[in-house]
């Protein structure tokens, strides 16, 4: 089985072999921690999660980089407002980037490299480029030059003649002397009050585009797997990355480029700088629970097409979630019994369910297309446990089969969450008393109970798959 991804620069699908056999590196665009990421970052940062998860099933060893932007110019203005250093305006929004990830069950990445804890290799990086001539001083601050780099817009698409300063939120369009106005900086000199790095470029910070650059190459190596972000990081942010480090190191950068598409709110990209964007506890805090909104962002919409967010797909979402949990618990209280009269049907559908399954998953990791194959086989399954029972090894095959499955949708662990698994005891204990009043029909029990677990900011729901809870 092959592995096939789509690559923005050859805009078309690539098998994915990495350069060193048998370990696939993997660079992703982590958040700019200048306030709390939204969950438009998370459609981004999950599909990511999916591919590493995929990854991780295909190769035997994956190593996956997320930097964290802990340095840009919004951060030394609130850091300077705040007249904190850079570490304590950055720490509390760390924090909560990880706190988000953990709530929507990412896999952790093997490093998050600190942009502020790289200055060294920046720098170096820089002065590589001034003796290869691709970089000049000007003022104090040092810009890439663009018309050094013959491959320039290759990855957008955008012919460099064709652009110009300001085309993009992201192009820089300071104020300093450039050769070129196309040209970026790479290091931004300061005065002597600001924030900054005393180093051999003088008194400055590094450019943004600089950080991911030499991060990537520094914990992965001159020419990588696999590289990730946004689709508005494909101008210039990679754009930027490939010109400065292929003119540095004269090696392919990356192998394949790969790069999701918008979460849009009322047809809008989401983003800070317009002002339409929710968070993760905000989006909790309407009710929606962890396990549907990570089953939105991962599986409801292929990673290439804009995903439109609503109370329609969270809905969709989270009776996709129940399926899938009430499923698994059929499948936990099967009583196997000798003989498995339901055996042949349901190991056919376990087949179809995974054959399905990998398929679309290699076919440019269409998660909505392999959960479709698998919903298809649930159904047949249910019909066939319906009429008959099964042997103890289709039991296990059927674990197996949502182990597999829910190992690159991860959704188990968080519904386990949400039904109990970070509750105290007391609470527990309380749910507990709950059900069994409502298993002796004794509602005026369960109300009171209700209203106690209410009085402590935890909301109870009864549903078919029983009492459901959330902190309101
Ligand atoms: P930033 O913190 O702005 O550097 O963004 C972190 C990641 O989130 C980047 O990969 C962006 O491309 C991505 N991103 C930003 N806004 C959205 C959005 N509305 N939908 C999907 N991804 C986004
Ligand atoms: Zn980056």
């Avoid at 999916?50 to 609130?78: A, C, G, Q, S």
Wanted: glycine share 8%; charged share 30%; hydrophobic share 40%.
């Amino acid at each position: 089985m092959t592995l096939r991804l789509h690559d923005t620069l050859t805009r078309s699908l690539v098998e994915v072999e990495p350069l060193e056999a048998g370990h696939l590196r993997l660079y992703t665009c982590g958040p700019t921690v200048w306030n709390r990421v939204h969950i438009g970052n998370f459609r981004t940062f999950i599909f990511e999660d999916v591919l590493r998860r995929w990854l991780d099933h295909h190769f035997e060893k994956v190593t996956h980089v997320m930097n964290l932007t802990d340095v840009d110019d919004r951060i030394l203005r609130n850091a300077k407002e705040h007249g904190v250093s850079l570490e304590e305006e950055t720490a509390q929004w760390i924090a909560a980037f990880f706190e988000d990830r953990d709530t929507l069950g990412l896999r952790p990445a093997h490093h998050y490299p600190r942009a502020t804890e790289y200055i060294g290799p920046m720098v170096e990086l820089i002065e590589r480029l001034q003796d290869a001539g691709a970089a000049y001083d000007s003022d104090g601050s040092v810009y890439f030059r663009i018309s050094a780099f013959p491959g320039y817009g290759r990855l957008s698409g955008f012919s460099a003649s064709s652009l110009v300063a300001g085309a993009s939120g992201r192009v820089d369009a300071d104020s300093y002397d450039k050769e070129d106005a196309r040209d970026f900086a790479l290091w931004k000199a300061v005065g002597p009050d600001d924030i900054g790095w005393d180093t051999k470029l003088g008194r400055g910070h590094p450019g943004w585009h600089i950080e991911c650059s030499a991060m990537s190459m520094t914990l992965l190596g001159e020419s990588l797997d696999i590289h990730c972000g946004g689709v508005d990081n494909i101008f210039p942010h990679h754009e930027n990355e490939i010109a400065q480090s292929e003119a540095a190191t004269r090696q392919p950068f990356v192998r394949v480029w790969c790069h999701s598409e918008h979460l849009r709110i009322l047809g809008e990209k989401m983003a800070k700088s317009l002002n339409n964007f929710m968070t993760v506890p905000e989006v909790m805090a309407g009710g929606a629970r962890p396990s549907a909104v990570r089953y939105m962002l991962a599986a409801s919409t292929h990673y290439r097409k804009p995903l439109n967010y609503s109370d329609e797909p969270l809905a969709a979402a989270t009776e996709a979630v129940d399926r899938l949990a009430a499923f698994r618990d059929r499948v936990n209280e099967l009583r196997a019994a000798d003989g498995g009269g339901a055996d042949e049907d349901v190991l056919t559908a376990i087949r179809h369910a995974r054959n399905g399954f990998d398929e679309a998953m290699d076919d440019d990791l269409n998660l909505p297309e392999a959960m479709g194959a698998v919903f298809a086989s649930l159904r047949d399954i249910n019909r066939a446990l319906d009429a008959n029972a099964v042997s103890a090894e289709a039991q296990r095959a059927l674990r197996a089969l949502l182990d597999e499955v829910d190992d690159v949708l991860g959704v188990f662990p968080l519904v386990d969450r949400e039904r109990g698994g970070d509750l105290s005891e007391e609470e527990r204990g309380l749910l507990g008393a709950r059900q069994e009043a409502r298993n002796a029909k004794d509602w005026a029990q369960a109300d009171s109970i209700r209203e106690q677990l209410a009085r402590r900011g935890i909301a109870v729901e009864d549903t078919a798959e029983g009492q459901r809870w959330r902190r309101a």
